[in-house]
């Protein structure tokens, strides 16, 4: 347990000072479950600085995430109120280490959802449904990690920005998503590319969170994962995704 605290303090060094960290050595892995253990603690750490924990978010649900960086398995982090930005705002390229955006979905839920449910026992727990575009940064040297590390490390997540609500209904099986920078596209997918079904990531999410004792409560946000690749960040871009029926969240780095 010393070992895994001194990993969640090193990693949440890495978070405040905006400074990469070694993986953990080959010989040191660990799995996924004792990754979630160093994930909670890093989220304790935070905790005492003043942060609240506002829901989670899910990682690596596409395929073109997961080739992307070389893991294969559906993960999930916490996000907390200081991650949160303003849709419209800017973000501030020096807060982190090798930032990337990525498009998503986000649900936001109107009862509590933990354990196994079904999509419609999902679906009828959300009070909205919103455009999003979530921020991951790595704390990792190059971006490179194991399942191990990146579960650690909060599975990745830095920030979030969420546009305008809409229906709990509205259908996103299927809808079309372009990430633009500076006008131009830069990423083109579906929604479908989300476990065939974005639905199905806040099922994962519920099941998922139940295991390590955490429970998805009323208010909570969910991102239900990037339906593409994510595309790394530098000052001075304009960033904005769209989204099918859902409209638009956009931002600038500064």
């Given at each position: ?14 978070i405040r000072t905006a400074t990469a960290t070694h993986q953990m050595p080959e ?144 259908d996103v099986a299927n809808l079309g998503i372009v990430l633009t920078i500076d ?72």
């Amino acid at each position: 347990m010393t070992t895994l605290a001194a990993t969640a303090q090193r990693l949440d060094q890495a978070i405040r000072t905006a400074t990469a960290t070694h993986q953990m050595p080959e010989a040191e892995q660990f799995d996924a479950a004792t990754g979630y253990a160093v994930q909670a603690m890093g989220i304790e750490l935070r905790r005492r600085r003043g942060e609240m924990v506002i829901g989670v978010k899910m990682g690596l649900t596409s395929r073109a995430k997961m080739a992307q960086v070389g893991v294969d398995e559906v993960t999930w982090g916490r996000l907390t109120d200081a991650m949160r930005r303003e849709e419209g705002g800017s973000l501030v390229r020096a807060d982190f280490i090798h930032p990337r955006a990525e498009p998503e979905i986000a649900f936001v839920l109107k009862r509590r959802l933990s354990g196994t449910v079904s999509l419609v026992e999902a679906a009828l727990a959300i009070e909205a449904v919103a455009p999003a575009v979530e921020i991951i940064d790595s704390r990792y040297e190059n971006f490179r990690f194991s399942l191990g590390d990146v579960v650690a490390d909060n599975s990745s997540s830095a920030a979030f920005f969420l546009g305008p609500y809409a229906r709990p209904d509205l259908d996103v099986a299927n809808l079309g998503i372009v990430l633009t920078i500076d006008g131009r596209p830069r990423e083109i997918g579906s929604s479908a590319a989300i476990l065939g079904h974005p639905l199905r990531a806040l099922v994962a999410a519920a099941q998922m969170t139940a295991r390590a004792g955490h429970v998805l409560e009323a208010g909570d946000i969910v991102l239900a994962g990037a339906a593409t690749a994510a595309v790394p960040l530098e000052a001075g871009m304009q960033v904005e995704a769209e989204m099918q029926s859902l409209g638009r969240v956009g931002f600038s780095v500064v």
